[in-house]
């Protein structure tokens, strides 16, 4: 286990891997990180995180038992996934079913591929979910910005970590456009009604937003949201020919086909920008 | 407008592109062969088929008018798409809306992207649809069989043509994987109830087939078939590390889970072997 842990601690944050592997040095800079800025703090990596099974981190159980151990560990305050990848949506029901007492009263941080797992939790209120930057983000450029503002939310509830549209006065959530397609219709549906909807995209052809963007707007669930606003869509691959419309102008497109209020940009992403949206109302 | 029209016809089939362009010398080819074969049919390929703007084959109104005008025109006994790519989902709900009482007796072809079009068809009863080869196939190596073979069942309809599994007591449907997706929730999808549900898939990574199966069977109205069965996966690009599972055990895998029962291959997928699949109750 890689983790600051060691005398009285104001936080224990549990780093577990639905996805994909983390390596043990990047975990050990992380947990460098959070000793040197949060001293009270610690923050322990599930042994699961580094372990591999052809694309995964460990098997489908191995993922679930570890996520199902610290969720439901009434030390572990708040549980923190360390990269994306692929692999949440093999383990979300099983995990979600075995979740007790503990696990409700915890804060779940992460994005990407973990968004299966955050929708599963949030469509039954269990915990504080956000949207924010993973451990493995430190691998960034300027990565160590990005796991530090995680950080600093989730220890101190920094204002300054959080997106600058994320509101008190409304409900907002936050995902990756083909994990949220992904998503749409199975038993992790989150609740859509009043919120916005926040997007962020990576190494996605513009032809393949689109098309997502379709499918995204054409549920009569997502039709509910107060509004969308599109984060970054970042390594798009060149599409031949041109696709002639950005990204932006792809949401646009179908939000107005569907009545669904276009409120501008995000401030989150596959970088090191990324920002925290907490799920549902604001919790200061 | 390409065609080998003149003299008393027996069927005219017509062409639109609602998705990417078909070049001029492919299509002449097209007819040419059709012209050798079926030497009372006139093939008829709309001038829209040849339209490019930016990824599509005319912009959105171009692609939706020039089907609706020859789905429309009773002098046209079958509609076949072009082409596949990406296109159809941006008109296929103004298409179906202004579809007239001739369309009601018309054959629709294609597969791959068309499958967003005969999903709605499909689902609103209009005409008689299959899955099977396009014009387009006909670049493909052998791709002149496939073309004699969709050529021959939309006038003759040879049972040579046919998917072998297609039962005349029993009901399919036919869908690319990643089409399939991204119409399920939407004003496209189809009715699933009691149908074996044949699936392929072209270009996509098998975490991606793997993440798309689990939204596919997590579908309630996908939970209503009477079995799925897998066609090829081709150009399946490498996982990096391997998958280590195949397509066929992904997919096994999913219908395991969601109780569908997995009924073996099918002998559909974007290659020259594509056969013919006819929606709902096969009519000979």
Chains 1, 2 share one sequence.
Not at 28 to 54: D, I, K, S, Y
Not at 162 to 188: H, M, S, Y
Not at 249 to 274: K, M, T
């Amino acid at each position: 286990m890689i983790s600051n842990a060691g005398g009285m601690r104001a936080m224990r944050i549990g780093v577990v891997a639905p996805s994909t592997p983390i390596r043990p040095e990047v975990a050990g800079e992380v947990v460098a990180l959070a000793a040197r800025r949060h001293p009270g703090v610690e923050v322990r990596f599930h042994p699961q995180c580094f372990l591999t099974h052809n694309h995964f981190a460990g098997t489908d159980e191995d993922r679930a038992e570890a996520l199902i151990e610290m969720a439901n560990d009434p030390e572990i305050d708040a549980l923190w996934f360390a990269r994306g990848g692929h692999g949440s949506c093999r383990i979300a029901n099983e995990v979600l079913a075995r979740l007790e007492e503990p696990a409700r009263r915890k804060t779940f941080l992460g994005y990407s591929d973990a968004g299966f797992l955050l929708a599963g939790l949030y469509r039954h209120g269990i915990g504080r979910i956000a949207h924010g930057p993973m451990p493995n983000d430190l691998v960034r450029e300027g990565g160590g910005a990005a796991v530090a503002r995680s950080l600093a939310w989730l220890v101190d509830g920094s204002e300054a970590s959080l997106e600058a549209n994320v509101d008190p006065a409304k409900r907002a959530v936050a995902f990756n456009i083909t994990v949220l397609g992904q998503l749409l219709g199975t038993d992790l549906e989150p609740d859509f009604d009043g919120h916005i909807l926040m997007l962020e995209e990576v190494s996605e052809y513009t032809y393949r937003t689109d098309r997502s963007m379709f499918h995204i707007t054409s549920s009569p669930a997502v039709r509910k949201v107060a509004g969308i606003r599109l984060g970054r869509c970042s390594l798009v691959p060149e599409n031949d020919p041109e696709f002639g419309e950005s990204e932006e102008q792809v949401v646009r497109f179908w939000c107005e086909r569907a009545a669904i209020p276009y409120l501008g940009q995000a401030d989150i992403g596959h970088d090191s920008d990324n920002k925290v949206v907490p799920f549902g109302p604001f919790a200061k």
